[in-house]
T-cell receptor, first 112, second 116 residues
Framework: KQEVTQIPAALSVPEGENLVLNCSFT??????LQWFRQDPGKGLTSLLL?????REQTSGRLNASLDKSSGRSTLYIAASQPGDSATYLC???????????FGKGTMLLVSP | NAGVMQNPRHLVRRRGQEARLRCSPM?????VYWYRQLPEEGLKFMVY????????ESGMPKERFSAEFPKEGPSILRIQQVVRGDSAAYFC??????????????FGPGTRLTVL
């Protein structure tokens, strides 16, 4: 059974810092990995999807890497801003279908 | 192209009542997924449906919970005889028909169920 762990559970940084969020998964036989953002009381916004054949994906100040063999992914946020404050979730497909297994998330607070 | 729509956004029920949560997938999407987010816990998969078919319901509680995705209309998640432990945010996601690999899932804003 796939298990996804995210470290740290919470992170507080001053504006402008570069930061790294970590995600690990137990079953490396995955098709892809997604990073989501969740604002308080809101739904999920897909940030990046990395296919298993890729090693990284970039979108603006976000860069996500994937190392299937070690069961790890990182989300790098450059020059953090207060608007980046949210919970970041990583998720991988579980089993033969598209159902996703989520980590518990990293709650990020960026202070002005 | 409107995103995934869920209604109601907030639902309050008393213990023993029924809760019905609706989800309209994005246009062109034929796959619907329901997830539940309990307080202080991560999102957990509940059920995966295609039109008129339940593909995977391994995450659904065995009793009181049911889901459908009819040929016409939204997907419905039904919770009968609700208990306080059912209080949670329920999220629906949809994806287009997939090729060899699972596709991106697009999430709705969720329905927050409170059981008094």
């Amino acid at each position: 059974k796939q298990e996804v762990t995210q470290i740290p559970a919470a992170l507080s940084v001053p504006e402008g810092e570069n930061l790294v969020l970590n995600c690990s998964f137990t079953d490396s036989a995955i098709y892809n990995l997604q990073w989501f953002r969740q604002d308080p009381g809101k739904g999920l916004t897909s940030l990046l999807l990395i296919q298993s054949s890729q090693r990284e994906q970039t979108s603006g100040r976000l860069n996500a890497s994937l190392d299937k063999s070690s069961g790890r992914s990182t989300l790098y946020i450059a020059a953090s801003q207060p608007g980046d404050s949210a919970t970041y979730l990583c998720a991988v497909p579980d089993g033969g279908y598209s159902t996703l297994t989520f980590g518990k998330g990293t709650m990020l607070l960026v202070s002005p | 192209n409107a995103g995934v729509m869920q209604n109601p956004r907030h639902l309050v029920r008393r213990r023993g009542q029924e809760a019905r949560l609706r989800c309209s997938p994005m246009k062109g999407h034929s796959h619907v997924y329901w997830y539940r987010q309990l307080p202080e816990e991560g999102l957990k998969f509940m059920v995966y449906l295609q039109k008129e078919n339940i593909i995977d319901e391994s995450g659904m509680p065995k009793e009181r919970f049911s889901a459908e995705f009819p040929k016409e209309g939204p997907s419905i998640l039904r919770i009968q005889q609700v208990v306080r432990g059912d209080s949670a945010a329920y999220f629906c996601a949809s994806s287009p028909p997939t090729g060899p690999y699972p596709d991106t899932q697009y999430f709705g804003p969720g329905t927050r169920l409170t059981v008094l």
